[in-house]
């Protein structure tokens, strides 16, 4: 179920409010985890970052012995009016098209979230009515950017043990180069990539974009959710909603990819713990990723070549996160074991 029928803001700047006053882990749960950690029959450190996974879940999850019992998997999707500019190798009528099969279960994020223990929840937001074309104008106006807040916000189900969140868009791999531009400067060579498999003349036509963009709202982008709005996009927005809303529940978020990770960009420009409860799932094939993540601190559990998207990769790090529970609650520690050394 989703956190409330309605947003507990009503404004950008009662928002901003919100993100400023995102709270911190449970330092009492972190320590608790840690002091566990150290006590099970393993030498320290032996299972490297599995360990400091557990540990950080736990700090989130606000107990010593962390567990999934209540994953929630969330696609957010939209369409962009920036594809009027050949940006992307299918038509926006693809998203309408994989929102259905996501419904239907059969996409790639379906079977991983199953696998993951849980169903895929799909926000459609306005898929009938692209955003702007942002070349020529903000993508979004400031009532339709705080719409999308609300829609990733009222989508978290604040009882979730852990967070996946992914998305569905035709061109929003270009709006998330210009997002990454935007919040940390570049060209649009910098950041773009092939997407969903648009050829070398085809990348260069997005970087050609993306600074056409940059250009067009040169001097506006200051302020983090003036990025959102201009060179965003609807789903996108509203993971920015979903990641803070998680943050005030205290559930902890596998970013997924590019577009996901871009989503947090420009709040990450003002405000870096934001990702303080955060775990980049992996590091997708599209090129401005590993930099973002770099910009961002993330050190990212998997790197597979992946670039689907729809929160694909950071289900499959998911099994990773059980992985690293599942040792740190179910181990015995040195004491229960009889052993020495404890």
Known sequence: MPASSSSAFASLSEFAALLAASPAADATALAAAAERNGQLTKPPGAL?????VAIWIGGWQGRAQPRIDHPQV???????????????????????????????GGAAINQLARLHGAEVEVVALELDRPTADFTESPAMTEGETVAALQAGWNAVNPKADILVVGEMGIGNTTAAA??????????????????????AAGVARKAAVVDIALAHHAGQLDQPFEILRRVGGREIVAIAGAIVAARHARVPILLDGFI????????ARGNAAITDHCLAGHCSAEPGHRRLLDRLGLSPLLALDMRLGEGSGAAVAAQIVRAA???HDGMATFAEAGIAGG
């Open 48 to 52: 490297g970052r599995l360990e400091d």
């Open 74 to 104: 969330v696609i957010f999707a939209g369409n962009h009016g920036v594809t009027a500019q050949g940006v992307s190798a299918f038509p926006s009528e693809v998203t309408v098209q994989m929102v259905a099969n996501f419904r239907h």
């Open 178 to 199: 210009a997002l990454a531009a935007a919040s940390f400067g570049g060209t649009g060579a910098d950041w773009v990539g092939p997407g969903t498999g648009v050829d």
């Open 260 to 267: 996901g990770t871009a989503a947090i960009a420009p709040l």
């Open 325 to 327: 529970l599942a040792a």
